[in-house]
């Protein structure tokens, strides 16, 4: 494209959306004014932006420098991703928030200050695009054009895997409180009670004592049985989280295929929308074009009935010459 073309769709996409059918109709106009048909050819197959298209675009126009660093950013956070640096990676993706929230903050003025109120703007779906934008190489070479006609998504963030989830309880870890330093210490003061209990105590000192190793002989059969109930419910967890990561991966493959119907009909319903704007941009070229029409056959019936009175004229003073010769012809 030329440079005044370049102008006109510069102009189109930077006015806000409500005034793209007019303003794309008038670059047509002034185009064929100028005999430039190939130029009014590529300005009608322009298509109108969204709002939130429009007001990524107004970003990329008038904030050209953000842009640059968005896409500086993106390459470094696919570097960083590439690499597995955690560290970085974790710094670059705090940047990549506060600077998307800085982007979508200048984005919302530069809107705002072109007469959209704000409370039309969705700032959610402006928020998605330059995300996308910072995942995607290709969707942020879109957006440094300046010519979304849409809003972008992205599922998922560059290569970084989704972390694993897994259920942490400490019901998982066998108990071993009666194992402890305390634990023993108890034992062995109860053993050296026992003792002494053994003495001149007589038969009741020596029941106390058995007691004693009673309770010792039964607590390896506990801490056993302690173990058992922990390994059980460990097993019952792995079971839930297997459950759950399969009920996880059936609920993403419902969302992927749920996004890309809806995308679908969206891009449906924006075709049979633009279809609707150009055949309206048509209608207006073909009601100009029969209102000229209808105007220069006026004109012509006009000048038609000019020259027939012109002609009914000469042919009476044809007549009257004609009878003047005869006047003067000699019987």
Do not use: C
Not at 149 to 177: H, K
Request: net charge neutral; no cysteine; proline share 5%.
């Amino acid at each position: 494209m030329d440079t005044g073309i370049d102008d006109s769709v510069r102009r189109l996409y930077e006015e806000p959306p409500d005034g793209f059918v007019a303003t794309r109709s008038a670059a047509i106009e002034e185009a064929r004014k100028a005999g430039d048909r190939d130029a009014a050819k590529r300005l009608a197959a322009l298509k109108k932006p969204t709002v939130a298209a429009w007001v990524v675009n107004l970003l990329a126009i008038k904030r050209p420098d953000l842009i640059e660093e968005l896409v500086e950013l993106s390459s470094a956070l696919r570097a960083a991703q590439r690499d597995l640096q955690g560290d970085q990676l974790r710094e670059l993706s705090n940047q990549r928030r506060q600077f998307v929230s800085a982007m979508v903050a200048a984005a919302r003025k530069l809107a705002v200050a072109a007469g959209v109120p704000a409370a039309r703007l969705p700032l959610g779906e402006v928020e998605a695009t330059l995300t996308a934008a910072l995942a995607e190489p290709e969707i942020a070479e879109q957006v440094r054009t300046g010519r979304l006609i849409r809003a972008a998504t992205y599922a998922g963030f560059g290569e970084v895997p989704r972390p694993r989830l897994r259920l942490v309880t400490d019901a998982a870890e066998p108990d071993v409180s009666d194992l402890s330093p305390e634990g023993r210490a108890r034992d062995a003061e109860a053993g050296s009670a026992g003792g002494v209990a053994g003495g001149p105590g007589g038969a009741s000192a020596g029941g106390v004592a058995g007691l004693g190793d009673v309770e010792r002989a039964r607590e390896p059969a506990a801490a056993e049985r302690r173990q058992r109930e922990a390994e059980q419910r460990r097993r019952e967890l792995e079971r839930k989280r297997r459950e759950l990561e399969r009920e996880m991966a059936t609920a993403l493959a419902a969302e992927r295929r749920a996004d890309a119907q809806l995308e679908r009909a969206e891009t449906a319903e924006r075709d049979a929308g633009h279809l609707v704007e150009d055949l309206d941009a048509e209608l207006a070229e073909l009601e100009r074009r029969r209102t000229e029409a209808v105007a220069d056959v006026a004109r012509r019936k006009l000048a038609r009935r000019t020259a027939e009175r012109e002609s009914a004229a000469a042919r009476r003073r044809v007549g009257d010459v004609q009878a003047a010769l005869d006047d003067l012809t000699p019987p």
